[in-house]
């Protein structure tokens, strides 16, 4: 079943907290409550606000939705958030995370999502780590479910050059570290 999405992009949000002392705003398909006021939606948006901090997320996921641990959609896109926190790992549904628009400068911050089994749709244009090196290899080779990145499919064979390229980088690795 496809669910209307929690939206509370475009509200002037400082922080993730913020987002339990405002009313998502309204679309055409209607977003349904449950009985004790709790949003039944699978996706949260919070795209469009001034987050820095993901503090919070996981209570005010648990707050909104009738079922917070089935969250399989969450939207930070353009927002002011510089890494990224381990806390998302907590969401084991998560399927499209989108963090575009952002401060993100390291690539590093991506292995923090490898644990997620069913991400498989990130977007990270419009952060300074898209400039990197080897970025977009990068970010494929270490989150081994991903189908789409930055709106675009990830092919077969940029799947086999990402892991290519990032074994030969652990080697890289191992074999300096032992000299």
Not at 1 to 11: G, N, R
Not at 14 to 27: C, G, H, I, K, S
Not at 118 to 129: A, E, K
Request: hydrophobic fraction near 35%; glycine fraction near 6%.
């Amino acid at each position: 079943m496809h669910w209307a999405p929690v939206d509370l992009s475009f509200k002037s949000l400082n922080n993730v907290e913020d987002a339990l002392n405002v009313e998502p705003n309204q679309r055409q398909q209607e977003l349904r409550r449950g009985k004790d006021g709790t949003f039944c939606s699978r996706i949260v948006r919070l795209s469009n606000n001034n987050i820095s901090e993901l503090t919070g997320l996981i209570n005010t996921v648990s707050v909104l939705l009738s079922q917070p641990a089935q969250l399989a959609w969450l939207d930070l896109s353009f927002n002011k958030i510089s890494r990224i926190d381990p806390m998302l790992t907590e969401l084991q549904q998560l399927r499209v995370l989108y963090l575009h628009g952002n401060s993100i400068v390291r690539l590093c911050e991506v292995d923090k999502l490898g644990s997620l089994p069913f991400l498989h749709t990130i977007t990270l244009h419009g952060n300074s780590v898209e400039n990197k090196c080897g970025y977009r290899g990068y970010v494929i080779a270490n989150l081994l479910h991903l189908k789409s990145m930055d709106f675009n499919g990830i092919t077969k064979q940029e799947r086999l050059m990402a892991s290519l390229q990032h074994k030969r980088r652990n080697l890289h690795k191992l074999t300096s570290s032992s000299l």
